[in-house]
């Protein structure tokens, strides 16, 4: 069964300091692979996703993922934080012949001035 | 543009009440999605509907019905509510997948879900 993993609850960083979310999965096929964020007591919002193709993959308010199949991992990346960044972000993943899409646990991002 | 509109936005039950959450979305998907959100456990789904008159479970069933009324509403129902079953639901829709299954899900703005 696909699962994915986010490695930290909660990550800390200043503004204008990089952006680092870690998001790997478990499957012996590469995924379909998609980043949403989600902002107090809102839904979710897709911020990217990976399909086929090139590995870099650019989203919505300066997000970028690069798929590494042979670290099974997709991290989100953003240069310079901006204090509205502050939210929480989930991983996800979906197999090549399933509707199912299954979420990481989410990683709070905290931006301090 | 209203997208995926659940109601209610808030409830409160006793346990064994029972209550119907609803869901409607205006993108002409054909897939519909029930997901809960509970702190540190990220989004489980719940059912799924990959069409109109097509239900599926997901990874967290127990305790829920869903009915796919028509191509625009997709409700989840809690017939006899229990504690456990306190959370956020959300429920999303995207269009068919066709080829890939890479389209991304759409989410309504959740409905928060009290069990005392």
């Known amino acids: 069964a696909q699962s994915v993993t986010q490695l930290g609850s909660h990550v800390s960083v200043s503004e204008g300091a990089l952006v680092l979310l870690r998001c790997n999965y478990s499957s012996s096929v590469p995924p379909y692979l998609f980043w949403y964020v989600q902002y107090p007591n809102q839904g979710l919002q897709l911020l990217l996703k990976?399909?086929?193709?090139?590995?870099l993959v650019k989203g919505i308010n300066g997000f970028e993922a690069e798929f590494k199949k042979s670290e099974t991992s997709f991290h989100l990346t953003k240069p310079s934080a901006h204090m509205s960044d502050a939210a929480e972000y989930f991983c996800?993943?979906?197999?090549?012949?399933?509707?199912?899409?299954?979420f990481g646990s989410g990683t709070r991002l905290l931006v301090r001035p | 543009n209203a997208g995926v509109t659940q109601t209610p936005k808030f409830q409160v039950l006793k346990t064994g009440q029972s209550m119907t959450l609803q869901c409607a979305q205006d993108?002409?998907?054909?897939?519909m999605y029930w997901y809960r959100q509970d702190p540190g456990m990220g989004l489980r789904l719940i059912y799924y509907?990959?069409?109109?008159?097509?239900?599926d479970k997901g990874e967290v069933p127990n305790g829920y019905n869903v009915s796919r009324l028509n191509k625009r509403e997709f409700s989840l129902r809690l017939e006899s509510a229990a504690p456990s079953q306190t959370s956020v639901y959300f429920c999303?829709?995207?269009?068919?997948?066709?080829?890939?299954?890479?389209?991304?899900?759409?989410f309504g703005n959740g409905t928060r879900l009290t069990v005392t």
């Open positions: 993108m002409n998907h054909n897939s």
């Open positions: 990976y399909t086929t193709g090139a590995t």
């Open positions: 509907s990959a069409s109109e008159g097509t239900t």
């Open positions: 996800a993943v979906r197999s090549w012949s399933s509707y199912k899409l299954i």
């Open positions: 999303a829709s995207s269009e068919d997948p066709g080829q890939g299954y890479n389209a991304p899900l759409h």
